[in-house]
């Protein structure tokens, strides 16, 4: 017994052991029900009220707790243990300990890989935006961009592009900023509702942080166009406003000249061009 907790270095291990195996077959019912009653008594434990205020004490208690939620996510199948973990996590997000956000976000965007939980993960949407804007550790603020892009889906896409954006203006960190721009070039052209809006983003993404999108991003951004007929009038009319700004960078000028020459007579008539 250490500080109340039963044996938790070898707890640990055992759970460590656990996911160097296969997941249990459903064929092997028993022994996958006797380890998903091990997961639920560890989760059940975690929610007893501290026996102890020695920092010790929740330390342990948390490291048992954290190892097996990996197990859960080892398990995959298990959707009552993952929504289960989601909320338990979740609880963690506001707590003032900069290492329990840190890990609560990064096992939530693990399992907001999985089927089963990731609808309840994006009921922390909120919470993880909130840190995303007050947070003072970079560390914490770089697992909820990750985070964020692990939530991302066709029904918060706009919220969640939104918000890394507004991130990338104003917080971000210099050595996060070229990945930032990435994530935020796939979520759009993913889970874009509409292909004016895909082109809203990325021109707006190319304008603020022209000097962290790769050729690749904005190739991929001309390709884009090209393939959708019923967008290119819209992007070449965009990229002429755009090119109005007094300062231009780079790359805004390499995609409008490209934009507007292969489509700049879809707006010759229009008197604003």
């Known amino acids: 017994m250490y500080y109340f907790i039963p044996a938790p270095w070898l707890s640990i291990l055992l759970l460590r052991l656990i996911q160097m195996f296969p997941s249990p077959s459903e064929d092997d019912a028993l022994t996958r029900a006797r380890l998903v009653e091990s997961i639920e008594d560890i989760l059940n434990r975690s929610q007893d009220p501290s026996k102890s205020k020695k920092v010790q004490h929740s330390n342990a208690k948390n490291a048992v707790l954290f190892e097996a ?11 009552q243990l993952q929504v289960r973990a989601c909320n338990i996590l ?10 329990l956000r840190y890990l609560a976000m990064e096992h939530l965007g693990y399992l ?3 089927g089963f939980s990731h609808d ?9 935006i909130s840190s995303l804007k007050t947070e003072r550790d970079v560390s914490v603020r770089k697992r909820a961009v990750d985070l964020l892009y692990a939530m991302c889906d066709h029904s918060n896409a706009e919220v969640v592009v ?9 917080k971000a960190d210099y050595t996060i900023r070229e990945e930032l721009v990435l994530k935020i070039a796939i979520l759009a052209e993913k889970f874009a509702p509409d292909s004016e809006w895909y082109v809203n983003t990325m021109l707006n993404l190319i304008r603020w942080a022209g ?3 790769s050729e690749e991003v904005w190739h991929r951004v001309i390709q884009v166009i090209i393939n959708r007929e019923d967008v290119q009038g819209y992007a070449a009319k965009t990229c002429f406003e755009s090119l109005q700004a007094s300062a231009c960078h780079e790359t805004m000028i390499n995609v409008g000249a490209y934009i507007l020459g292969e489509f700049g007579n879809l707006i010759a008539g229009d008197d604003r061009s």
Request: neutral net charge; without cysteine.
């Open 211 to 213: 000097d962290y999108v």
């Open 112 to 114: 907001a890989v999985l």
């Open 162 to 170: 939104k918000e890394l954006l507004d991130y990338l203006k104003t």
């Open 120 to 128: 309840p993960v994006k009921k922390h949407q909120s919470t993880v």
């Open 69 to 79: 939620i990996k197990v859960i996510i080892h398990l995959e199948s298990e959707s």
């Open 90 to 99: 979740g609880s963690f997000l506001g707590v003032k300990e900069t290492n």
